[in-house]
């Protein structure tokens, strides 16, 4: 499965990125989001869904997974 989008596409340590899944993320579950394999620390569900580029972060895919699903972005987000 594909992520529909990302938001931005680029950012330092710490950049919030909006996530559009194509699932629902109805539930009492987070999502466990992932920069390039490594799990983001914060997940803000408020509107929509987003979360923090964590430390360690390195340029790649973005990953959602949620209820058994996981999506992969189709782009790449850069840390720059």
Known sequence: PVLN???PLSGPLGTWV???P????????TPVIKFNGVT????DLTEGIK???PAGATT???TITHNGFTATSSS?????
């Open 5 to 7: 989008s990302i938001s």
């Open 18 to 20: 909006n996530v559009y």
């Open 22 to 29: 194509f699932f629902s993320i109805a539930g009492i579950a």
């Open 40 to 43: 983001a620390a914060e997940v």
């Open 51 to 53: 979360a923090r580029v």
């Open 60 to 62: 790649g895919k973005i």
């Open 76 to 80: 790449t987000f850069t840390v720059q």
